[in-house]
């Protein structure tokens, strides 16, 4: 366990050097300050497009409206810029040699892969909780309403997703030579689990339902119990995921 924590905190203390958890941190931000402002503007934004005497009634915003810009903003381009910020995350230090030093001295391979694994959620639940406080912030402003009473249990189906695709990014970059082959890896199993929303027969085990489901889930179409199967194949994922990354450190020859 001190192995852990000493390479834990030199994890750490190399993202923030490096401006990854920065990067991460600003962009989350200016998702959260977006989000209502986009839905508050949105009507208008509809109207300049449409033509003179136009008679269209367009719906009043709500905070619903806030928090499906939330949920399309972080689905769409906030998982996709963390998978890109931590593709290479563990094969840049295997392609440069780096652990050679840490491995002679007695450090576990385990303790590697641990390390690079915490780092990696952290980063995403620290984001995504800065952005939804944000915009929790800002849309009590805008939209004073009652209507998003359903917001826990979509975010925590985001969040769980979330903890999957990160866990598959240090497995793709654990197997992989470089960056590039590790983003081709975790971007082809985020693509293929989109892909497979297509079939909704599957929806109520498919984990990439808990991230395409938000905004049911939200208005309160669909009850978070109604994707058990879902979680629990999603908790099996990841740590499926994480022993596969422990098993091919365990055998790769640094």
């Known amino acids: ?3 852990l924590f000493i390479f834990s905190k030199k ?64 689905n769409q381009l906030g998982l996709i810029i963390l998978v890109i910020l931590f593709c290479d995350i563990v094969s840049r230090e295997l392609a440069n040699g780096y652990l050679i030093n840490f491995l002679t001295k007695g450090l576990s391979r385990w303790a590697i892969i641990l390390s690079k694994q915490f780092l990696i959620w952290f980063v995403w639940t620290i984001s995504l909780l800065t952005s939804f406080l944000v915009t929790a912030g800002y849309t009590r402003y805008y939209f004073n309403d009652q209507l998003s009473r359903h917001l826990f249990p979509a975010i925590f189906a985001l969040w769980l997703f979330g903890m999957l695709l990160m866990t598959v990014v240090v497995t793709g970059s654990t197997i992989s030579a470089n960056g590039a082959k590790g983003l081709f890896l975790s971007g082809g199993f985020y693509a293929l689990g989109l892909f497979s929303t297509i079939f909704t027969t599957t929806k109520s085990y498919n984990p990439f339902s808990l991230m395409t489901q938000n ?4 208005q309160g179409k669909q009850n978070l119990a109604n994707y058990g199967s879902a979680l629990l194949i999603t908790v099996f994922l990841i740590i499926t995921s994480l022993i596969i990354s422990l098993t091919v450190l365990n055998h790769k020859q640094i």
């Open 215 to 218: 905004v049911q889930l939200l």
């Open 11 to 74: 994890e750490l203390t190399e993202c923030i050097k490096t401006k990854r958890f920065l990067i991460a941190e600003i962009i989350f931000i200016l998702f959260g300050l977006m989000n209502p402002l986009l839905a508050k503007l949105m009507p208008r934004i509809i109207e300049s497009t449409l033509p003179k005497n136009t008679s269209t009634s367009i719906p009043t915003p709500t905070s619903l409206d806030s928090w499906t810009q939330f949920f399309k903003n972080i």
């Open 1 to 3: 366990m001190k192995q």
